[in-house]
C-alpha cells in the first residue's frame, strides 16, 4: 500500500475505527503464540496497517476499499491460536476486532444471549453470573473471544454434554469480504461453513447463544487409573451405563506430577487420570457406585483443584517458552492404539509429550498432544517441530481429523474436509470472495514470498514423502544432536520473558490494556519489548513510555497460564527503561486521569471488588 492508499483508507473510516502505523506495532501484530521463527523469511508478516473497526459501517467501508484495491485483510480476535491462523502472509491489513466487544441483547424469556465477535468468554461469564445464567460449551481459553472461537474449533469445556459450539448458536451475523452483511441461522446450509474455517469466507459481526439456567452442581471428581487403557475403558464403560455428565476429561499422569511441582507437595498420584463433572447430585450419587472398584476417586480438595486448573492448561508444564501442540479429533476406541504409537516415536526421540483430551461425544476426543520446546535450542526445536506434523500423520492413521489449520496445517486440509466438502468450500470461497482478500495464502493453500518454497514441499506428495523421512530421520538426527545448551537466565525480568508462552490470558484481566486497548500496553507485549532491550535492539522512547502506563494491580499474575511472578517483572523493566530514557511524568499523569474517568476501568475495579 502506497502513502496516497493509506491517507485514502483513513478519510474513509474517519472516526469509525482507530489506526495503528508505528513500526513496533505493527511488528506485535506480526506473530501469534506459535512463535514460529522462519515465518518471517517466508511471508510478509508485518501488516502496513493495523485496524481497530468500531463499527460494522467502518467494517464495510475497509471492506470495500480492500475490494477495489485488493488488500489483504486478516480478521484476529485474542490471538490464543497458534497455528498462523491470525499471521499476515502478505502485505496488507490486520483487523483487530477488539473494540467490537459490546453484550448486544439478553433474552431471559428465550434464554439467549447476542454478543458481538470481541466479547471474552469470561466478559460473558461475568455477566451472566448476574442473571443466574451461563454458557453451555466454552473453551478452556476462557478469555479468547466468542468469534475466535466459532472461526477456530468449538470443542471444549462442556461438548460432551453440548456437543459442538455451533448446536449452542441460534444466529450468527457475517460481513462478507464484498461488504454484504448476512444474519445466518442453522437451518441454512451456509451457517456450518463458517465453523473452523477461520476467517476464509468473511468476518463474524454476532453470535446469539443459547444459554442455561445456572445450576447447582455437585463437586467435579478426579480418578485414578493405572494406565491410559485403564481411564479410556472407565470413560466408554460410564458412556455405555448410560451416564451424561457436562464435562469428561482425561489426564495423562505429568499433568499431576507437574500439579506436584507446581505445589511443592506430592499430593497428587502420578497416574493416568479422568475428571468428571455432573450437573445432578442424584446423577453423581449413582456415578460414584459406578467408580467404585473401578479406579481412585482423589479428594474432593484435590478434584477442586484440577477443576480449577481447567481453565489453565498451560500452567507450569515447564519453563521452557515454546509450546507446540499436535491437536486431534479421533475416534475414542483409536485413542490408545494411538498414543501407545506416540510413546513409542517420542520415546525413540527423547521427547516428553503431554496428553490430555476432551470427550467430546460418546464416539468422539480431543486430542491435544504437548510438547514443550525453547526456540533458542535450535537444533532441539527442530526435532520438536518436526515431530509435530509426524504425529499429526500418524493421528490421521486412526482416523484422527486434524482440529486447526492456519498456515502451519495446510497441508492436512484435505484430511479436514472431506473431499465433496472441500470442493465446496473453494467453489464458496471464490463466490464470496472474488479477488481472495480475506486471510488469503493459508488453510486452503500456500504461497509464501519470491519462490514458493513451502508451497511446493507442502503439496501432499511431496508432504507425504517429507513426513516418511522425517519418522525415519527424527530418532537418528536426535543422537546427533549435542547434549542441550543450559541457557543462563540472569535476572527475573529475563527469566519471566523466556518462559512467557504469549498465550495472551493476561490482556483479558488488564485494567490498562482494556482502558487504553493499546496492544504494547498487554503485559505479553511488554515482555516482548523486554526481550529486545534484553537482546540489545533499538527501542524508541513512544513505545518505552508505554510500558510505564500500568497500574501494578497483580491481576496479570493472577491469570497468567505459567505463573509468572509479572508485578515483579514490570519493576525491574521500568527501572530498566528509566535509566535509559527516564521517567515519562507527562504520560504516567494523562494515563492516571484517563482511567480514574474512565467508566470501564470502575466497573473493572467493581467487578473485582464483587
Ligand atoms: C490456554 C489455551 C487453552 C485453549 N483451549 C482451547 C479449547 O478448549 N478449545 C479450543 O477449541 N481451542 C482452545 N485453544 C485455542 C484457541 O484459544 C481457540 O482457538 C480460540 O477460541 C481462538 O479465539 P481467539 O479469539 O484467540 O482467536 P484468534 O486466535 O485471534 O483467531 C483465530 C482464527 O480465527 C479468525 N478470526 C478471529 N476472529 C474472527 C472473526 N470475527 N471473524 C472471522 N474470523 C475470525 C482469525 O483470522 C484466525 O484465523 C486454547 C488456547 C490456549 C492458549
Ligand atoms: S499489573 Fe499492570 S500489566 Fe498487570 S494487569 Fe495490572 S495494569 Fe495490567
Ligand atoms: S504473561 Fe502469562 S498469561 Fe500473559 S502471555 Fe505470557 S504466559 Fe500467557
Not at 533499538?538 to 509479572?566: A, W, Y
Request: net charge negative; hydrophobic share 40%; charged share 30%.
Amino acid at each position: 500500500m502506497n502513502e496516497k492508499l493509506k491517507t485514502r483508507i483513513k478519510e474513509l473510516i474517519e472516526n469509525g475505527a482507530r489506526i495503528t502505523e508505528g513500526d513496533f506495532e505493527r511488528e506485535l501484530y506480526s506473530m501469534d503464540m506459535g512463535g514460529v521463527p522462519f515465518a518471517k523469511r517466508l511471508f510478509d508478516t508485518t501488516p502496513e496497517l493495523v485496524i481497530l473497526p468500531k463499527s460494522v459501517d467502518a467494517l464495510k467501508k475497509i471492506a470495500k476499499f480492500a475490494n477495489e484495491e485488493k488488500v489483504a485483510l486478516f480478521p484476529r480476535g485474542s490471538v490464543s491460536s497458534g497455528l498462523g491462523g491470525v499471521v499476515p502472509t502478505v502485505k496488507g491489513i490486520v483487523l483487530d476486532l477488539s473494540f467490537m466487544d459490546k453484550i448486544v441483547a439478553l433474552n431471559r424469556e428465550q434464554e439467549t444471549l447476542k454478543v458481538q465477535t470481541g466479547v471474552r468468554w469470561s466478559e460473558i461469564d461475568d455477566f451472566l453470573k448476574k442473571e443466574d445464567l451461563s454458557v453451555r460449551a466454552y473453551p478452556s481459553s476462557f478469555f479468547s473471544t466468542v468469534g475466535g472461537w466459532i472461526a477456530t474449533g468449538g470443542y471444549g469445556i462442556g461438548s460432551y454434554r453440548f456437543g459442538h459450539l455451533k448446536y449452542q448458536i441460534e444466529s450468527i451475523e457475517v460481513m462478507f469480504p464484498l461488504g454484504e452483511v448476512k444474519s445466518i441461522h442453522p437451518e441454512e446450509e451456509e451457517f456450518a461453513r463458517f465453523f473452523g474455517t477461520e476467517g476464509q469466507f468473511g468476518i463474524i459481526l454476532t453470535a446469539t447463544l443459547t444459554l442455561r439456567k445456572k445450576q447447582n452442581k455437585p463437586p467435579p471428581h478426579l480418578i485414578y487409573f493405572e494406565s491410559a487403557e485403564e481411564a479410556f475403558e472407565f470413560i466408554t464403560g460410564m458412556i455405555k451405563a448410560g451416564f451424561m455428565p457436562n464435562h469428561i476429561k482425561y489426564l495423562d499422569a505429568s499433568h499431576l506430577e507437574e500439579a506436584n511441582t507446581f505445589l511443592g507437595e506430592d499430593l497428587f498420584s502420578v497416574k493416568d487420570a479422568v475428571l468428571v463433572e455432573f450437573d445432578e447430585d442424584e446423577e453423581e450419587t449413582k456415578f460414584l457406585y459406578f467408580a467404585e472398584g473401578r479406579g481412585i476417586l482423589a479428594e474432593d480438595y484435590l478434584s477442586n483443584y484440577i477443576w480449577h486448573e481447567r481453565l489453565f492448561p498451560m500452567k507450569k508444564r515447564s519453563r521452557k517458552p515454546t509450546p507446540l501442540a499436535c491437536e486431534l479429533v479421533i475416534p475414542l476406541e483409536n485413542t490408545v492404539p494411538y498414543l501407545n504409537e506416540v510413546k513409542r516415536i517420542t520415546e525413540r526421540c527423547g521427547v516428553d509429550i503431554q496428553v490430555e483430551s476432551h470427550i467430546v461425544g460418546k464416539e468422539k476426543a480431543l486430542l491435544m498432544l504437548t510438547q514443550m520446546s525453547d526456540v533458542r535450542d535450535s537444533k532441539a526445536y527442530l526435532v520438536h517441530i518436526t515431530l509435530v506434523p509426524v504425529l499429526t500423520q500418524l493421528g490421521i492413521k486412526f482416523g484422527g481429523v486434524p482440529y486447526g489449520i492456519g498456515i502451519w496445517n495446510t497441508p492436512f486440509i484435505k484430511e479436514k474436509c472431506d473431499k465433496k466438502t472441500l470442493k465446496l468450500y473453494k467453489a464458496y470461497k471464490r463466490e464470496v470472495d472474488p479477488r481472495n482478500i480475506l486471510n488469503p495464502h493459508k488453510f486452503f493453500s500456500i504461497k509464501t514470498k519470491m519462490v514458493n518454497i513451502l508451497g511446493i514441499l507442502f503439496k501432499p506428495l511431496m508432504f507425504g514423502l517429507l513426513i516418511r523421512l522425517a519418522t525415519l530421520a527424527t530418532p537418528v538426527f536426535v543422537k546427533l544432536i549435542s547434549p542441550k545448551e543450559e541457557f543462563k537466565e540472569e535476572s527475573l525480568l529475563e527469566k519471566t520473558v523466556y518462559a512467557c508462552i504469549k498465550c495472551g490470558s493476561c490482556a483479558a484481566t488488564c485494567p490498562a490494556y482494556l482502558v487504553t486497548n493499546e496492544e504494547l500496553v498487554t503485559p505479553k507485549n511488554k515482555l516482548y519489548l523486554a526481550k529486545k532491550l534484553l537482546d540489545g535492539e533499538e527501542i524508541s522512547k513512544s513505545d518505552s513510555d508505554k510500558v510505564f502506563l500500568c497500574t501494578h494491580c497483580g491481576m496479570c499474575r493472577e491469570v497468567c497460564q505459567n505463573d509468572l511472578d509479572l508485578v515483579a517483572a514490570w519493576t525491574e523493566l521500568e527501572r530498566m527503561l528509566e535509566d535509559r530514557f527516564g521517567k515519562p511524568g507527562e504520560a504516567i499523569r494523562d494515563f492516571v486521569s484517563t482511567m480514574e474517568s474512565s467508566e470501564e476501568y470502575w466497573r473493572f475495579v467493581y467487578a473485582q471488588k464483587v
